[in-house]
């Protein structure tokens, strides 16, 4: 055994087994990911992201790693992480309890339309700091196949999602959830939200 790892190049055991880890992992997490309720396009992104980073571990481009040291290219999707994060949080601070993961397709009786704090800056407050936040992860790390197919991704996913919140809030709120649409953006790049015929 020992004359073996004196063959194996420098640093090479740690990328074996993380890719191991990964590969593990990869062929794992579909049905994981399935079980878990991730189905459809967000389980399939999800295990996309998987195989892509295994195969970046086995698969290193000309230039790669001087493409991993563009400091001020990380810098930059740090502080698109950090914006991110902080907008989601005060999203939901300020949203407080008519905060919720899951689109509602019923209005409680507690339910009040927020148009206050950041949501006075943008409608999707949340959705814009998760969207700057996964694809500043992807710039952190210098990726710029994974950037650009997070980019994509998330902007479709929000697009979609931006139409289904806005139909309920509709029905919600009414009049006034459509006179605060007119005011304010919904803050992500390219989506306007439902439109709406009178």
Request: hydrophobic letters at 45%; charged letters at 15%.
């Amino acid at each position: 055994m020992a004359g073996c790892a004196a063959r194996v190049p420098p640093g090479s055991e740690a990328r074996l087994s993380l890719a191991t880890f990964l590969l593990g992992a990869s062929v794992l997490a579909l049905p994981l990911l399935t079980r878990a309720g991730l189905q459809g396009r967000t389980g399939l992104a999800l295990y996309v992201a998987g195989l892509n980073a295994l195969l970046l571990l086995l698969y290193r481009p000309p230039r790669y790693q001087e493409l991993k040291q563009i400091t001020w290219v990380s810098a930059t999707g740090l502080l698109m992480v950090v914006f991110g994060e902080c907008l989601r949080k005060a999203a939901m601070f300020t949203a407080g309890s008519n905060f919720n993961h899951v689109v509602q397709s019923e209005k409680s009786d507690t339910h009040t339309l927020v148009t206050s704090g950041v949501y006075a800056w943008c409608r999707h407050p949340s959705y814009v700091g998760w969207f700057y936040w996964s694809i500043g992860t992807q710039v952190m790390l210098c990726n710029p196949i994974c950037g650009v197919v997070y980019a994509l991704t998330v902007w479709r996913f929000f697009r979609d999602r931006t139409e289904e919140e806005e139909i309920s809030l509709i029905h919600f709120f009414g009049d006034e959830y459509l006179d605060y649409k007119k005011r304010v953006p919904t803050g992500l790049p390219f989506i306007k939200g439902v439109k709406v015929e009178l």
